[in-house]
């Protein structure tokens, strides 16, 4: 029986909390698998950390073969088949995004660099905001790896996408597909309506409100996790956690025919004519293998292609900001 070892960063946080026991269970990687993790937190958490691996224990899953708890990043990335970088630094009150990148980049400058520790087949996941750019800072600090092992989640972006339009048109959320999400994990994403298809058939066949699509819905996606503090007074944990294991799941096994997933990777200028080198995301495909595609050929009408621009423009902005600590 095979060992796969999952590094988690910020383990002992909301996100943490709810994504460790759906890997330890063997959810992710199937019953023939087991599971090590591998737990790093800052030094205050190690605590939290600790009591969190006592209630993994006690589950008595048969999948988890143990666990190790960390404050060294790279004692935590050692040999890791998968990391998954959940901890960042929040955003404070009257912070402005600009000044979260910056607060962020140190943290991912040194994640980055200890990720050199990690198996070379390691396949890194970035969930801690602002994810695309947070990733693409990890990704120039780990030499020894290649940049297409780096990817940041959309996968919250596309479920919650997928929500609305099968609440709108009254079917279940299985029967909406291919909803692509465009570019920065941020007010700027594109749900891209027009490739997605409800039942086998287009978006725009079965929702006909064309003004609903273009503006309610999108603005909704966009603004969904403000909205969720609004109503909880807290962030939205568990189904970034969700989301997250949809992620892992999607490049870990072979993509169905005909259908693909969105993700955050790294753009090589072509298709879409993206800048090369951002971490946009794109729908893409998995062979199962460790390996995955961009999709290619979709069309994409002139307002999406508007919106793509626009968030193309903030993600050149943020690698701006960041540049000093793209070394890579």
Known sequence: MSTVKVAVTGAAGQIGYSLLFRIASGEVFGPDVKVRLSLLELPHAMKAAEGTAMELYDCGFSALEGIDINDNPELAFKD????????SKPRGPGMERNDLIKENGPIFVSQGKALNKAASNVRIVTVGNPCNT??????????E??????????????GRARAQLAHKAGVNVGEVKNMAIWGNHSSTMVPDFGNATIGGKPVTEVIKDQA???NDFITTVQKRGAAIIAARGLSSAASAAAACIDHVKNFHRKTPEGQFFSAAVASNGNPYNIPSGLIFSFPCTSDGKGGYKIVEGLELSEFTKAKVDGTVNELMGEREIVKDLLIK
């Open 134 to 143: 947070n990733c693409l800072i990890a990704q120039h600090n780990s030499k």
């Open 212 to 214: 609903w699509l273009e």
């Open 145 to 158: 790896i290649p940049p297409q092992q780096f990817t940041a989640m959309t996968a919250l972006d596309e």
């Open 80 to 87: 890791a088949n998968w990391a998954l970088l959940v901890g």
